[in-house]
T-cell receptor, first 110, second 115 residues
């Protein structure tokens, strides 16, 4: 059963911020939100994860709502190389496997 | 580090033949995962190992699939006999519990075509 829902596709202009939403209304208290992306013909790549606080790293920012039922991945200045499928995954800290849904196909347009 | 290494990168075989996919995880990592990706089913976990021991193989589709990890630096995924529906990209990933628990490092994948 899917724990997350994401829009199937999104477009973003190069240089603009890309905001990718994810709904996880059934998330439990010990589950983290993870984001991975998969650039065409490559293996998935970890981006960021968080529990309830907003997180930022060199790649992106993760904004989690106060009720934790949804989150947004933000790529502050999207480039053509950010064109990829982005996966939002929820998982507790005891599990090892990630369950990948269909994700959001982000197209960054020149 | 060279990252996760998979071989071959491409494999074309005929139905009924045995196929062996190989993976070398990142040195020092204690978890190894095998995934399969198809257009219809997306990215699916097949099996994962911890310290060379299989932990969860519930994703292995059927008895034709088997996976081994004889040592910390090598794993194989074998399909015998292969069928056209096994055509997919197979990814291997590894992680290290203590340091990169939350991050799995994926290899480039093996694209398998069964004719």
């Amino acid at each position: 059963d899917a724990k997350t829902t994401q829009p199937p596709s999104m477009d973003c202009a190069e240089g603009r911020a890309a905001n990718l939403p994810c709904n996880h209304s059934t998330i439990s208290g010990n589950e983290y939100v993870y984001w991975y992306r998969q650039i065409h013909s490559q293996g998935p790549q970890y981006i960021i994860h968080g529990l309830k606080n907003n997180e930022t790293n060199e790649m992106a920012s993760l904004i989690i709502t106060e009720d934790r039922k949804s989150s947004t991945l933000i790529l502050p200045h999207a480039t053509l190389r950010d064109t990829a499928v982005y996966y939002c995954i929820v998982r507790d800290n005891y599990g090892q496997n990630f369950v990948f849904g269909p994700g959001t196909r982000l197209s960054v347009l020149p | 580090d060279a990252g996760v290494i998979q071989s071959p990168r491409h494999e074309v075989t005929e139905m009924g033949q045995e196929v062996t996919l190989r993976c070398k995880p990142i040195s020092g990592h204690d978890y190894l995962f095998w995934y399969r990706q198809t257009m219809m089913r997306g990215l699916e976990l097949l099996i994962y190992f911890n310290n060379n021991v299989p932990i969860d193989d519930s994703g292995m589709p059927e008895d034709r699939f088997s996976a081994k990890m004889p040592n910390a630096s090598f794993s194989t995924l074998k399909i015998q006999p292969s069928e056209p529906r096994d055509s997919a990209v197979y990814f291997c990933a590894s992680s290290l519990y203590e340091i990169s628990y939350n991050e799995q490092f994926f290899g480039p994948g093996t694209r398998l075509t069964v004719l």
